[in-house]
T-cell receptor, first 114, second 118 residues
């Protein structure tokens, strides 16, 4: 069975500071990894995904993540955050590339203050 | 990008009544849709896979007679919570994979439906 752990339930950070949101997964089969963002009262939006190829994945809004197989991690990073990045971030894993059933982590709330 | 809508966004009902939630793909066709449930401060949990033209596939522990799913067309899936009870109160979210040409590897999520059962 697959599982995802997001150790930080909340990450406070000042505007323009760098941030890293941690995600660790467990899977016994091929793994495909995703980061989603959920703004208040909105649906989840895909930030980025790792399906194959380069382990450094770049996504929207200046976010990137690195797939580390040996550490079973897929941490999300942004070098300089904005107030508008305040949202809930979910890491998810699937054993399929397409039409995925996603297993989600519990989410990390990123709070960006001035 | 592709858009998925849900209706209603919020519903309050009395215990014992049934509630229908609609999930629509607005600008693409979706032969498959997924239904998730999210309890406060918890992760999204997959409930079932909705398949157009065939029966839904339910995850272990999800009562198929309680959560009825109908994928009526290539753009509409409905989830009916039958005889709702307070413990069914939750946030229900649907998603649909798009980009069939690339293997449907991008999922689009609806904004969710907040169900409160009194």
């Amino acid at each position: 069975a697959q599982s995802v752990t997001q150790l930080d339930s909340q990450v406070p950070v000042f505007e323009e500071a760098p941030v890293e949101l941690r995600c660790n997964y467990s899977s016994s089969v091929s793994v495909y990894l995703f980061w989603y963002v959920q703004y208040p009262n909105q649906g989840l939006q895909l930030l980025l995904k790792y399906l194959s190829g380069s382990t450094l994945v770049k996504g929207i809004n200046g976010f990137e993540a690195e797939f580390n197989k040996s550490q079973t991690s897929f941490h999300l990073r942004k070098p300089s955050v904005h107030i508008s990045d305040t949202a809930e971030y979910f890491c998810a894993v699937s054993d399929r590339k397409g039409f995925q059933k996603l297993v989600f982590g519990t989410g990390t709330r990123l709070l960006v203050s001035p | 990008g592709a858009v998925v809508s849900q209706h209603p966004s919020r519903v309050i009902c009395k215990s014992g009544t049934s509630v229908k939630i609609e999930c629509r793909s607005l600008d693409f066709q979706a032969t498959t849709m997924f239904w998730y449930r999210q309890f406060p401060k918890q992760s999204l949990m997959l409930m079932a896979t909705s398949n157009e033209g065939s029966k839904a596939t339910y995850e272990q522990g999800v009562e198929k007679d309680k959560f009825l799913i109908n994928h009526a067309s290539l753009t509409l899936s409905t989830l009916t919570v039958t005889s709702a009870h307070p413990e069914d109160s939750s946030f229900y979210i649907c998603s649909a994979p798009a980009g069939a040409a690339t293997g449907g590897d991008t999922q689009y999520f609806g904004p969710g439906t907040r169900l409160t059962v009194l």
